[in-house]
């Protein structure tokens, strides 16, 4: 069962799909999210959210994607920050439903996406970046953060590195999000 689950995140096509649609799929979930939270749930989501979108922006001030190798910043303690930092994100704007059921859902779905793009993603970087980069695989874990790497800088931001991977456009569209679920709450649920 779980190589056909495997499968199914690696179909070329469903890939092709999801990705050309995700704009409208995500619209929708948003507004579904919105028109139907639990106000009270408004605070320890958002703080969970926040948590991510710091993690994400870490990121996106330590990655120059596919250039150089990322061993500063999160990527001294853990291959694929960036991941977790998505997770957190959108767990936090999935709280507001209030169903743990929902939390569970999502948690299994995101762990199978993420395995299998990164293993996708891993196997591209072995390939541009070569013999650094299957060191680096060698010394730092997949998901979970351990110690940082010898000679890597923790304290890590580069604003530069932060325009060009568009993190403050993933800031605005994640404040966006809060800003409609705060008004929502304030103005528009009960």
């Known amino acids: 069962m779980l190589d056909a689950i495997h499968r199914l995140f690696n179909n070329p096509a469903l890939r092709k ?4 649609s995700r704009v409208l799929l995500g619209l929708a979930a948003v507004a579904a ?5 639990d106000p009270k749930w408004l605070l320890p989501g958002f703080a969970v959210s926040m948590f991510g979108e710091f993690i ?3 990121c996106f001030a330590s990655l120059d994607k596919g250039r150089t190798l990322a061993c500063n910043g999160p990527y001294a303690m853990v291959r694929n920050p960036m991941y977790l930092g998505r997770y957190f994100i959108l767990l936090g704007g999935l709280m507001l439903i209030g169903s743990p059921w929902v939390l569970v859902a999502f948690t299994v779905i995101y762990y199978f996406y993420m395995v299998n793009r990164v293993k996708r993603e891993e196997e591209y970087l072995r390939g541009v970046l070569g013999a650094p980069y299957a060191e680096y695989l060698l010394k730092v874990n997949r998901f ?7 000679g890597s800088q ?3 931001w580069d604003w530069k ?4 991977n568009h993190g ?7 404040l966006v999000f809060w800003i409609a679920a ?4 304030a103005y528009g649920a009960g």
């Open 17 to 20: 799909v999801l990705v050309k």
């Open 33 to 37: 999210i919105v028109w139907y939270m």
């Open 56 to 58: 994400q922006l870490w």
């Open 144 to 150: 979970l953060p351990g110690s940082p790497i010898a």
């Open 154 to 156: 923790l304290a890590f």
């Open 161 to 164: 590195l932060l325009k060009q």
């Open 168 to 174: 403050t456009t993933n800031l605005v569209a994640t």
């Open 182 to 185: 705060f008004l929502r709450a």
